[in-house]
């Protein structure tokens, strides 16, 4: 027995290299958060400002074409289960709205695995993926804003949210969401509420910059003056586009010629009202939707500072992206959805220096499925079922590598798992605002996209060349190769992800 632990010290006398801590992971997930309110990222407003945002950048790697999800609910199932919309097993939406629910059993989330394997894992923020929570199963501490549970109190993004910490009975807290938030991952990090000997995943979901896009008190006077350039192509017709993009009209001209939401697009976002917003420029509402930013840029300054302070900025993964962008007026929507990059691309963000290569950029295009491999690749476990995305590691410690995968981002509407296994005709393929399925896929500088709808075209785009997807080169013969190659590689990924819908696509337009 003395040999032993003789043995045993000195092993640990090597060095970490050997007994390695695993490592913290803070995922830090924003709403309707597009990536050009970034001002580290190209694209974003000259007048914007988001240093603390930036500063990680500058500490990690930052992911120029990051495909997260198409909205609020199948964005977040991926990143809990690692799975595509239609992979979600059991998954479906309930009235009333956002209501939802699923099978536990069938649909396991991954932080559950993490428990077993010795995390403390935590959620603090926004849920909304079914009634049930995952208190006491998939997380071990819990403030949770549950949407799906709570039906009247869903409109409250930034105010008198009902709250359930622990699995406790619910009760409305006063504040500023974002504010809120920021305060109890700080707690958490710093060591409340956790298991100080285990290492942590935490979970927080800010509810910002989600409609009503309500900035703090201390924001109303940013970017006084500021403007945004009309997009090209914010009223139609629009050329080499499917028809539903023909009847897209969210923005109207105003009496100064400039943008005005329209009358018919007011209504279709939590908060609007009518007298109020009637005739409000897109200046306007860029403006206040870059204010309620501003708290999320503070707040992510506050929670990076408390791992500095705290001394666990080495050993923690971090980890911010969005669930999806926001349009404002790109294509003539106000909102998401959509397959270009305007509606869906989010920030990506990955950092742990001393581990990663620190003020990189990755051009590669990647997608929501790959976080929660890169999670498990990261935590030294093993996927405990098959997941759709692939471990980012690679492109992690080389941002230049070479990367054999493309990256698909399927839109079923509000289907999910076996509901999606067929492709239903029109109007059954269409979501409430008009938008039929699609499969996106995005490899290296091209983007192509086929809408689940007879009759309607391909669309092909040049990221590099085209980044506001201007121009459909799907039919230009000079492209002829390219999109039958990404018309075989979108094929091939549902394959490979056992899509059974791969059996009912509707024919491409010849």
Sequence with gaps: ??????????????????????????????????????????????????????????????????????????????MLTGRHQYGVQTMRMVPPYP???YDPEQCRFWPAVFRKEGYHTAHIGKWHTGVDAGFGRDWDHQ??????????????????????????????????????????????????NRDTTKPWYLWLCYGGVHAPYTPAERHLEDYPGATVATPADIYPPRAGKPGYMQKIAAWEKGPDREPVLSDKAIGSEVGDDFERDRGRSLSK???????????????????????????????????????????????????????????????????????????????????????????????????PWDMHGHDLTPLLKNPDAAWPHTTMMPFTADKFGADCDVVPPPPGNHHKTGIPWYLMLAEGRHKYIRTLEAGEPE????????????????????HAATVKKLRAAAIAELKRTGAKMVNTLPPVKE
Aim: proline content about 6%; charged content about 20%; hydrophobic content about 40%.
């Design 1 to 78: 027995m003395k040999r032993l632990a003789r043995l045993a010290l000195f092993l640990l006398a090597l060095g970490p290299s050997l007994f390695a801590a695993k490592p913290n992971i803070l995922f830090i997930y924003t709403d309707d958060h597009s990536y050009r309110t970034l001002s580290c990222y190209e694209h974003a407003e000259s007048w914007a400002r988001t240093p603390n945002m930036d500063r990680l950048a500058s500490r990690g790697v930052r992911f120029t074409h990051a495909y997260i999800g198409t909205w609020c609910m199948p964005s977040r199932a991926t």
């Design 99 to 101: 209501g939802s629910a």
């Design 143 to 192: 403030i949770v804003w549950n949407r799906p549970r709570h039906p009247d109190n869903a409109p409250n993004y930034y105010h008198d949210q009902l709250l359930s910490i622990d699995g406790g009975e619910p009760k409305v807290v006063q504040g500023y969401s974002t504010d809120n938030y920021t305060r109890w991952a700080v707690d958490y990090i710093k060591g409340a």
């Design 285 to 383: 509402w860029s403006r206040q939707y870059h204010q309620a930013v501003r708290a999320l840029d503070e707040g992510i300054g506050q929670v990076l500072a408390a791992l500095e302070a705290s001394g666990q900025l080495a050993n923690t993964l971090v980890v911010l992206t969005a669930d999806q962008g926001y349009a404002w007026g790109h294509h003539g929507f106000r909102a998401k959805l959509a397959p270009y990059d305007a509606n869906i691309r989010s920030p990506l963000i990955v950092s742990m220096p001393g581990t990663l290569p620190e003020g990189k950029v990755c051009r590669t295009p990647v997608g929501g499925a790959d976080i929660a491999p890169t999670f498990f690749r990261f935590a030294g476990l093993e996927l």
């Design 459 to 478: 669309e092909l785009y040049d990221l590099l060349a085209d980044p506001e997807e201007l121009t459909n080169l799907a039919t230009d013969p000079a």
